[in-house]
């Protein structure tokens, strides 16, 4: 029934009034014609931008075929994409799910059932971070436990420690006979685009291995080849995880998810541990296929680099021209980030009025985050606007 002062979709989106009818690549056009540069990416999910031939000509072909089956049965694109991700990963074994946070809920699962496994039930606690987000499920927010998350839904899940961010000795200090594992984005993209510091990576697998803890990486944004490698964590120069969440660029638009993992982390998940009723069904499958198709290929990650080295240079003398503006240029290949002085929200709206989409994160940080398909040109008629949202704040 409709109601006059209730809208139809549940409003728990800030909305801005602006609907699309297509996408071009790196462009999307709006209902009213207008063009704009999208550097958001549906927040790191169009990695191969919008409308990308090989994507769509997959999904048609697969639509044509065969939808979805249970996972009671063999599917064959699913084998395949499992196959593909262990082949160029870390992992031994995957698990396919829907979205972001499905794969995190997996990733603490498995933290548990490990160690329940191995005989150590009371090992159930996971060390989280300050500025992280993991997701909205409850085990999620509750892992992040910022209050913006949390706010109105107590009893959160317990389970969780907070520490902040690059803070070793909190870490140290949290870690303890009920601790499972350490949970933790290698670059924070909602806590406003923040690569772990140099070393602090390498110092937690360190104390994962003393303690017997699994270390998890959430590369649900960071992931998917936007930093110039498949995985964030590889561009950091940093150790593997056991468990690594992934999603967004996975699907390239389409919804789907993944937890990665060891062989010895995914000791306890045995039949009946887990499941999912759409997770890595045939649609998904065919279309994370196909994204992998096009990123695995011979030098793709190569012009990642490339392209994030000429908008960072970009950026770095956008920051030296309007200090007043810019305060901070963060971020690593195609997932970069401004600290911005002006209410980031606003730069965000700024870029709209000049055909530019942005996404706000925390710390006042706008994220910077385009098809990895973008051109130099393009990335120089970004600078170029940002250049003129940056000289409209100055008086």
């Not at 698990?95 to 933290?111: D, H, Q, T, Y």
């Not at 902040?164 to 949970?183: E, N, Q, W």
């Not at 056991?242 to 998810?257: N, R, W």
């Not at 690593?332 to 600290?339: D, N, P, S, V």
């Amino acid at each position: 029934m409709q109601n006059a002062v209730v809208p139809s979709l549940l409003p728990v989106y800030k909305r801005v009034d602006l609907a699309f009818e297509r996408g071009e690549g790196v462009w999307l056009v709006a209902t009213d014609g207008r063009r704009y540069l999208d550097f958001g990416s549906g927040i790191a999910v169009n990695g191969l931008g919008h409308s990308h031939p090989h994507l769509v000509k997959t999904l048609q072909d697969q639509a044509a075929r065969l939808w979805h089956v249970s996972n009671i049965y063999q599917i064959p694109e699913l084998e395949r994409l499992a196959d593909r991700l262990v082949g160029a990963s870390f992992a031994e074994t995957v698990f396919l799910a829907n979205s972001g946070a499905e794969a995190i809920e997996a990733c603490i699962k498995v933290a548990r059932r490990f160690h329940f496994a191995n005989g150590r039930p009371e090992r159930n606690r996971i060390v989280t971070f300050e500025g992280a987000f993991h997701g909205r499920t409850m085990a999620t927010i509750s892992a992040a436990g910022a209050p913006r998350l949390t706010e109105g839904f107590a009893p959160l899940l317990d389970g969780f420690d907070h520490v902040p961010f690059g803070d070793l000795d909190a870490l140290y200090a949290a870690v303890g006979p009920h601790t499972a594992a350490i949970m933790l984005e290698p670059i924070q993209g909602e806590g406003g685009i923040r690569p772990a510091p140099e070393g602090y990576l390498q110092a937690i697998r360190a104390l994962c291995d003393e303690h017997g803890l699994l270390l998890i990486y959430d590369e649900v944004q960071c992931g998917i080849g936007r930093t110039g490698k498949l995985f964030g964590y590889e561009s950091l120069g940093a150790p593997a995880p056991d468990v690594m969440g992934l999603a967004k660029g996975l699907g390239g638009g389409f919804p789907v998810g993944a937890c990665l993992m060891t062989g010895r982390a995914a000791s306890g998940m045995t039949a009946s541990t887990h499941g999912s009723t759409f997770g890595g069904n045939p649609l998904a499958s065919a279309v994370a296929n196909a994204v992998l198709d096009v990123m695995l290929a011979p030098g793709f990650f190569d012009e990642v680099v490339a392209k994030g080295d000429r908008l960072a240079a970009g950026l770095e003398a956008l920051a030296a021209r309007h200090p007043e503006v810019i305060e901070e240029v963060r971020g690593r290949g195609l997932i970069r980030g401004l600290k911005v002085k002006p209410v980031n929200a606003e730069f965000a709206a700024k870029g709209r009025e000049h055909g530019l989409l942005t996404v706000p994160a925390a710390e006042n940080v706008v994220r910077l985050l385009p098809p990895l398909t973008i051109s130099f040109d393009e990335i120089d008629q970004a600078l170029a606007m940002l250049d003129t949202i940056c000289a409209g704040f100055v008086p």
